[in-house]
């Protein structure tokens, strides 16, 4: 396996395909590096020479930021909204969904376990 910025991609799967593997990095971001680094897409990474892998690895290390470093920068990126106090940054700290999703029904991901609220009983008068 051939491991680009820390991360194994696999053998077995074409370059374009291989590099999504790597967080931070899709489908469009794969097609900008393999076109920027002159390297076919379609050869799969067990053929790739030393050559094509350092490339790759160059042009990711200067170009674009990724795992660590993109997981760091998402994370402040939400404290910040917090912060601020903003709409996404309120529905942060509450734990609703943060992209207009509705709430009555769904949403069990971010609002955890669901929590039965019971009815007072009434009194029967007699």
């Not at 393999?34 to 094509?52: A, L, P, R």
């Not at 200067?62 to 760091?72: M, V």
């Not at 996404?88 to 734990?95: A, F, K, L, Q, V």
């Amino acid at each position: 396996m051939a491991i680009v910025s820390g991360i194994e991609i696999p053998n077995n799967k074409i370059g374009l395909i291989a590099l999504t593997y790597i967080f931070g990095i899709g489908i469009s971001t794969s097609k900008r590096i393999f076109k920027d680094t002159g390297i076919d897409e379609n050869i799969k990474v067990i053929n790739w020479s030393d050559e094509d892998i350092n490339k790759i690895r160059k042009y990711i290390s200067s170009n674009i930021r990724i795992e660590g470093e993109l997981r760091f920068e998402i994370q402040l990126d939400i404290k910040r909204m917090i912060e601020i106090g903003c709409y996404r940054g309120i529905r942060h700290r509450i734990g609703l969904p943060v992209r207009g999703q509705k709430t009555k029904n769904n949403c069990r991901t971010r609002k955890g376990k669901k929590k039965t609220v019971a009815n007072k009983k009434k009194k029967i008068n007699k």
